[in-house]
């Protein structure tokens, strides 16, 4: 079975801090995966996603940057942390272009 | 643009209190209509998907509907571990980069 692992899953971090996100799926190839924020009483904002190795799409411009740097690997990152960047964050897979998405547990970021 | 509209906000009822949530929906061309449990401080569960008007998905207490510009999910005879927020989503072009969620409807179920 499929299985979706995402860390840190609390992080509480100065001002112009940086920042690592990991996700890593397993029992699946080739998926396409995504960085979501959940800002509290707000939807889920797409962030980031990724088709294949090496391909980033960006959906909303800010502070953060993805990477995939292997076929289930998605890192989202940042060289200097906001205070608007507190959030929940979701990374998420889903195979082909279905709009099933498979959800990480979340990593909830404290700017402070 | 795209709007997914969920009603409402947040729901309290009784156990054994059936109710429904609503999703209304404003896109170009619908490819899926999807809904999603979430449990605080987890990421959301998927739950169902709907493609057309006129169909129907159950699982256990669930049930959910589609009609061309709203979605329902129908909860009969709920129980207190019912209580999450759900939520919806619309897919309007390939790939899961083209869903819109709602805001979700925050349930919570009394013993």
């Known amino acids: 079975s499929q299985t979706i692992h995402q860390w840190p899953a609390t992080l509480v971090q100065p001002v112009g801090s940086p920042l690592s996100l990991e996700c890593t799926v397993e029992?699946?190839?080739?998926?396409?995966l995504y960085w979501y924020r959940q800002a509290a009483g707000r939807g889920l904002q797409l962030l980031f996603y990724?088709?294949?190795?090496?391909?980033i799409s960006s959906e909303v411009p800010q502070n953060l940057s993805a990477s995939r740097p292997q076929d289930r690997q998605f890192i989202l990152s940042s060289k200097k942390l906001l205070l608007s960047d507190s959030g929940f964050y979701l990374c998420?897979?889903?195979?082909?272009?279905?709009?099933?998405?498979?959800f990480g547990e979340g990593s909830r970021l404290t700017v402070l | 643009e795209d709007q997914v509209t969920q009603s409402p906000e947040a729901l309290r009822l009784q156990e054994g209190e059936s109710s429904s949530l609503n999703c209304s929906y404003t896109?170009?061309?619908?490819?899926?209509l999807f809904w999603y449990r979430q449990d605080p401080g987890k990421g959301p569960e998927f739950l169902f998907t709907?493609?057309?008007a006129g169909e129907e998905k159950e699982k256990e207490r669930l049930k959910a509907t589609l009609t061309k510009k709203e979605s329902f999910l129908h909860i009969t005879a709920p129980k207190p571990e019912d209580s999450a927020t759900y939520l919806c989503?619309?897919?309007?072009?390939?790939?899961?980069?083209?869903?819109?969620f709602g805001q979700g409807t925050r349930l919570t179920i009394n013993p």
């Open positions: 998420a897979w889903s195979k082909g272009n279905t709009g099933e998405l498979f």
């Open positions: 029992g699946t190839s080739n998926p396409n």
């Open positions: 990724s088709v294949g190795i090496g391909q």
């Open positions: 896109v170009s061309g619908l490819r899926g």
């Open positions: 709907l493609y057309s």
């Open positions: 989503a619309v897919q309007e072009g390939q790939g899961a980069q083209k869903l819109v």
